[in-house]
């Protein structure tokens, strides 16, 4: 199969804004079995990040305890930022408990990307605000040089980066999800 030339990829999204079809899953996956495991993985990675909202938000007693809650007047980004290390911690110690900025920054982050991915509408967006989010923390606990680390390069930040990446560039949002709907309103632009 040869690979298609610039010029024939700009004529088919022309193509594609004049007869306004916009490009669903099933046309990008074929396979119903692979489809449903992207919505799974959609699902799965959107839950990470609703659950840190919810555990943050109301102090669940996993990563934050009651007193700590935000609704409680704890800050969510204090501790993580506060023990932030490697060759970028001191940026981000400086950070800690600056600004409320930070805060309603990070739960509005981890709200909207969980909400996004988990309902499969804004799955684009959700995507690069959540690869930005995980790469900021990759930063704050970047391993490189640090000892006690079970890998001097890669974090689970980099799976759930790549699983968010892959989730919107399949339109996993269109299967279990409200991908379809959404697309009727917005195409096939940024906001899918």
Known sequence: MSERTAPTRER??????????VTMQTDIVRSSFARGALAFLRIVVG??????????LFGLGYSTPGERAWINGGSPTFGFLDNASGAFGG??????????????????????????????AGVKVAAV???????????ASFPLGQEGQTNPITTSHWLE??????????????TFGLGTWWSRIVGDSWLR
């Open 91 to 120: 940026m981000f110690q400086a950070m800690a408990g600056a600004a409320p900025f930070f805060d309603w920054l990070f739960m509005a982050g981890l709200l909207g990307i969980g909400v996004a991915m988990v309902l499969g």
């Open 12 to 21: 088919d999204r022309a193509a594609t804004a004049q007869d306004g079809h």
């Open 129 to 139: 605000a959540g690869t930005l989010l995980v790469f900021m923390m990759y930063l």
């Open 47 to 56: 839950w990470i990040f609703l659950w840190a909202f919810l555990d943050k």
């Open 161 to 174: 980066a790549a699983a968010m990446i892959t989730v919107a560039a399949t339109r996993a949002g269109d």
